[in-house]
């Protein structure tokens, strides 16, 4: 894994910051995004897919993308969640101010 | 948490871009990334033995095939690159070596090589055998066709290296172990080398036997040349010590006379037994010839050359005498000089004198027989007596001045009837000849020095 991380450091990053600025944006974007069973989907083939990395079942180059995948895939996710939970906080800060 | 779960059901745009992010990643990360776990797996096998090592990288999967010494050396290797960091798994492809049974390694030499064949138990043993094989034999090509195997005894470089340094010392030949048996064959370069090669052996490790010493000595040679043109007496090869060299040397003194001794011999150990025995009575054949060469090889004595007549000849072919050793082959191959043209009965007389000043007849001291060291200047004395067949010879004893008058006339007598004898048995008619001894009245020198004395101690030919 840290081999992984060193050598794609780079493709990690922009992942990580594409995850904050679509965390960021999510928060204050109107809609319902995916539905509840479609993010269920969405879940249960990230579960298999991770599985599947895990066991090492998949061969060669296919194995390696798929690691590369999952890992860009988790950077986006904490991109995303930090981004979120940072506009969340700005955003609350911003409806406090007036009140006070 | 609601909050997180609800955005995170608006994050899947970016994902588009990211699937997008992985493809370019995965386009041109792969090809690298399979390069650098090459390198580094190669990296990591840098201190385990292997032979035939091949590293296939596809993706983080290394493919490892290769040749291992044992199964602790197999196990290293697959360990060390699965602890490369990054590799994933290791598809194992390693064998073991196999083995050889028996554990045959051999060297052979001919004149423009040595090639090394068998098997080697490890490829650090292969490059030893190379460098001690340039190091005992300079300016000659190695063959490298080794193949390695496992199952070689204990101590097996040691032990080869020992047999390459022989192998230095063969003309050509073969060195073989076969598991724990060393056989040895061909033809040493030097004389001793045989000898050599068989003391070195006892060096060989704890272990090793020598199963078939097969290694011959070149041929051990003596030659000696009797040139009439030069005048010289040419010995060249070898003499076992430097008490054989100075007892050849004398008795080639004693049975030439005028000829130069050129002495190019050299002493080594590899004679046969009997060697002075052999060679000292086939030079006073070879004294007897007018031209001749002798070549003593190993046991063979081979004489050839022009005698001065037939009767000599006939003596020559018949035999080396009682005290030549049996254990050798005499191989005369004789034949006669082309009479020399008859010549008037003066000339005979210079050439009598011309050549007794060169040579004495000698006698065993105080007796009437003659020294087996003075028949290559009969035969001489006889040649020039069948170029006058008319003239009347008187042969003449004299002696020095020691002892009583009576005894020494006697003497003279005798010793003169003797030489007269063997013209007779050589074949000249005797009526020719007269022998008269003079005893010591007729002295050429003073009698009160030694050298006078052996000068007064003679037989002369006079043309009457």
């Not at chain 2, 030659?223 to 090869?237: E, H, I, N």
């Not at chain 2, 031209?291 to 037939?310: F, I, P, Q």
Request: aromatic residues 8%; glycine residues 8%; charged residues 20%.
């Amino acid at each position: 894994m840290a081999y992984l991380v060193m050598f794609h450091w780079g493709w990690l990053l922009a992942s990580f910051l594409l995850g904050l600025a679509m965390g960021w944006i999510s928060v204050v974007q109107h809609g319902e995004g995916l539905s509840k069973v479609t993010s269920r989907w969405v879940a249960a083939l990230i579960v298999v897919l991770v599985a599947l990395a895990a066991t090492r079942v998949v061969p060669g180059r296919f194995g390696y993308w798929l690691d590369l995948g999952l890992i860009l895939f988790a950077c986006y996710l904490i991109g995303c969640t930090i981004g979120a939970l940072l506009r969340n906080w700005v955003v609350s800060r911003q409806r406090a101010r007036p009140a006070a | 948490m609601y909050g997180l779960f609800s955005w995170s059901r608006k994050w899947w745009p970016g994902v588009i871009l990211l699937i997008a992010f992985w493809a370019i990643a995965a386009w041109t990360n792969t090809v690298p990334l399979e390069a650098d776990l090459a390198a580094r797996s190669t990296a990591a096998l840098k201190d385990v033995v292997l032979d035939k090592t091949q590293i296939a990288v596809d993706g983080r999967d290394v493919t490892l095939a290769a040749e291992a010494f044992s199964q602790e050396g197999r196990k290293n290797a697959l360990a060390a690159v699965e602890a490369v960091p990054g590799v994933r798994l290791v598809n194992d492809e390693t064998r073991l070596v196999p083995e050889a049974k028996p554990f045959v390694w051999s060297a052979e030499r001919d004149v423009t090589r040595v090639s090394l064949s068998g098997s080697a138990p490890l490829p650090a043993s292969k490059a030893k055998l190379l460098d001690a094989g340039h190091a005992a034999i300079n300016g000659v090509e190695i063959v490298d066709q080794m193949g390695l195997a496992r199952g070689a005894p204990p101590r097996f470089d040691d032990a080869a290296s020992l047999l390459l340094a022989q192998v230095g010392k063969l003309k050509d030949g073969k060195v073989t172990i076969s598991d724990t048996s060393v056989s040895l064959s061909g033809m040493a370069r030097d004389l001793g080398g045989r000898e050599a090669i068989a003391a070195a052996l006892k060096d060989l490790p704890e272990g090793f036997k020598v199963a078939t010493n097969d290694i011959k000595a070149p041929p051990y040679i003596f030659q000696a040349y009797k040139d009439p043109v030069a005048v010289t007496l040419t010995l060249s090869g070898y003499v076992p010590d430097d008490k054989v060299h100075g007892a050849i040397a004398q008795a080639a003194e004693h049975k030439f006379f005028g000829e130069k001794l050129v002495d190019n011999l050299k002493s080594s150990v590899g004679a046969p037994s009997g060697f002075a025995a052999a060679v000292i009575p086939a030079l006073g054949a070879l004294a007897r010839l007018s031209t001749g060469t002798l070549v003593v090889s190993d046991r063979e004595v081979k004489l050839s050359g022009d005698a001065l007549y037939e009767g000599a000849a006939a003596e020559i072919r018949a035999g080396l005498g009682k005290d030549f050793p049996s254990s050798f082959q005499y191989k005369p191959e004789i034949s006669v000089k082309p009479a020399s043209a008859p010549v008037d009965p003066t000339v005979c007389q210079q050439l009598f004198t011309d050549l007794l000043s060169k040579g004495r007849i000698r006698f065993e001291p105080s007796r009437t027989t003659l020294d087996l060291d003075s028949i290559a200047l009969l035969d001489r004395l006889i040649e020039i007596a069948l170029r006058c067949p008319t003239a009347n010879i008187e042969v003449a004893g004299h002696t020095d001045g020691d002892g009583e008058d009576g005894f020494n006339q006697e003497l003279s007598q005798k010793r003169a009837q003797v030489v007269v004898d063997y013209l007779v048995k050589a074949g000249l008619p005797a009526s020719r000849f007269t022998a008269v001894g003079y005893g010591s009245t007729q002295p050429i020198a003073g009698n009160d020095t030694d050298e006078g004395k052996a000068q007064n101690r003679r037989i002369e030919f006079l043309v009457r």
